[in-house]
């Protein structure tokens, strides 16, 4: 599910920087009227990399 506070900071990312369908994912959350939304450009190889943390589960439909 998404998070029930629009103002709740989110952070979309792809595999990695090639991938540009993070930029489309935080797009359909500011449609949904979330208010925080960020992209991480550089993927999720480097956030693992950098040792940030990543959340589990089901993919969320857009």
């Not at 952070?11 to 208010?35: D, E, F, I, M, W």
């Amino acid at each position: 599910t998404l998070a029930p506070d629009k103002a709740a900071p989110i952070v979309v990312y792809c595999a990695n920087a090639a991938c540009q369908n993070s930029h489309s994912a935080a797009a359909r959350l500011k449609q949904l009227g979330y208010t925080d939304v960020r992209v991480y450009a550089e993927g999720k190889q480097d956030w693992i990399g950098a040792g940030l943390p990543v959340e589990q589960g089901s993919a969320v439909a857009a």
